[in-house]
């Protein structure tokens, strides 16, 4: 979901990625360690897993079953602000879907 998110905002702002750096958080699984993608201008700002955030919730899976259930992207974008008060883009979601969906079919 996070290169997904860096791949839509360097894209839409013509500034070039500039690797990674490693943070790690808790879920529902336990702790994870994630790779979050940077900016060479330092620009960008998750807005999955926001700077400073140490937990994550199931967003990825609810927008997977948003999808499913034959939600509209739009839908899902309203839905994910209602529930997680984060800003995406109708696209952005199309990407992480596109970017998940080889690993469930």
Same mark, same amino acid.
């Given at each position: 979901?996070?290169?997904?998110?860096?791949?839509?905002?360097?894209?839409?702002?013509?500034?070039?990625?500039?690797?990674?750096?490693?943070?790690?958080?808790?879920?529902?699984?336990?702790?994870?360690?994630?790779?979050?993608?940077?900016?060479?201008?330092?620009?960008?700002?998750?807005?999955?897993?926001?700077?400073?955030?140490?937990?994550?919730?199931?967003?990825?899976?609810?927008?997977? !079953?948003?999808? !499913?259930?034959?939600?509209?992207?739009?839908?899902?974008?309203?839905?994910?602000?209602?529930?997680?008060?984060?800003?995406?883009?109708?696209?952005?979601?199309?990407?992480?879907?596109?970017?998940?969906?080889?690993?469930?079919?």
């Amino acid at each position: 979901m996070l290169k997904a998110e860096i791949e839509e905002f360097v894209e839409n702002n013509d500034i070039s990625k500039n690797g990674y750096y490693s943070k790690t958080v808790r879920s529902d699984s336990g702790e994870i360690r994630l790779n979050i993608p940077r900016d060479r201008k330092s620009e960008f700002e998750p807005q999955i897993v926001k700077k400073g955030q140490r937990t994550i919730s199931r967003t990825e899976d609810e927008i997977i !079953a948003m999808y !499913a259930r034959g939600m509209s992207l739009r839908d899902i974008e309203k839905q994910v602000k209602e529930m997680y008060d984060v800003e995406m883009s109708d696209s952005l979601i199309s990407r992480i879907v596109d970017k998940i969906t080889p690993g469930i079919i």
